[in-house]
């Protein structure tokens, strides 16, 4: 996984980015009827219910359009929050404000619809001992805010991107020329880059489980994908400790339990943020 340095280090890129784009060379709106020293407070409304995420983003956006700006935080990330909680103020020029709301809705909307789908996803495996894991299926560019949310929500991350873990999926495995020759093209690729990644494999049906057990001192976790009931019991009693194991692959909350109560330690999708719905928030000036 990538270091606490570098997650901080693609928030500030996303928050640069999103400043570049909405505000551009000003914004005229407020430059043309609000005075420069005017200053206010505003304060951010929940309109719906679920579990609130983004608090601490919005904190690192104010500071970043105007340092001077300050946060009265009420509520803070992972509080389960309904219709009129207010999450915090914000105060200071009326003009910074006004800057940083938009970043900071679109922001916090999205990021407390993953949290609480996730937290959803969480309760629905308590007991079996199996956790959910979010996937690279993210928005472009917004991926560290998705991750964020889904830890915010109770749910572990994967792999945040290409490069900070091996996932051998199926098109790896065909272009390579099958499991044995990927595993073990790709154990020497790390030897001769001298890169310490973990491997996850990708396996489609039992046969193919069996034959990443052969190689299996190299492999951190198996995909067990798009299996039904039977045959990923089948799998995670043929892994057994020899590896972690993943079930994936159009699990949804109907059948999310049934595969934990096979025994995978975890289960990864998709839809925890390509799937989601925006929260209601408001800023609104006091």
Request: glycine fraction near 8%; include cysteine.
């Amino acid at each position: 996984m990538i270091s606490q340095e570098q997650f901080n280090k693609e928030v500030q890129g996303i928050i640069k980015n999103a400043i570049r784009e909405d505000v551009g060379d000003g914004d005229h709106s407020s430059l043309a009827c609000i005075p420069k020293t005017a200053t206010g407070r505003a304060k951010l409304l929940v309109k719906d219910t679920g579990i609130l995420a983004g608090v601490a983003f919005a904190k690192a956006v104010f500071a970043y359009v105007d340092a001077s700006l300050e946060m009265e935080i009420l509520l803070d990330d992972g509080a389960q929050v309904e219709y009129g909680d207010i999450a915090f103020y914000v105060s200071g020029s009326s003009q910074s404000i006004l800057k940083a709301e938009r970043l900071v809705l679109n922001a916090m909307q999205r990021m407390s619809a993953i949290a609480t789908k996730t937290a959803f996803f969480v309760n629905l495996l308590e007991g079996t001992g199996t956790k959910i894991l979010d996937t690279r299926k993210t928005t472009p560019g917004l991926r560290a805010l998705e991750k964020w949310a889904v830890k915010i929500g109770g749910g572990e991350n994967h792999r945040f991107a290409l490069y900070d873990m091996i996932m051998l999926k199926d098109n790896h495995i065909d272009f390579a020329g099958g499991i044995t020759q990927a595993i073990s093209q790709t154990v020497d690729y790390l030897s001769v880059t001298q890169r310490d990644l973990k491997i996850i494999v990708e396996a489609r049906d039992l046969a193919e489980i069996t034959e990443i057990l052969e190689s299996h001192e190299h492999v951190y976790r198996i995909l067990i994908d798009n299996f039904n009931y039977e045959d990923t019991k089948e799998a995670v009693a043929l892994i057994g400790d020899k590896c972690l194991t993943e079930s994936s692959g159009g699990i949804n909350e109907k059948t999310i339990r049934e595969y934990a109560l096979c025994g995978v330690n975890y289960i990864s999708s998709g839809a925890l943020t390509h799937s989601v719905y925006n929260l209601d928030l408001s800023l609104k000036a006091v």
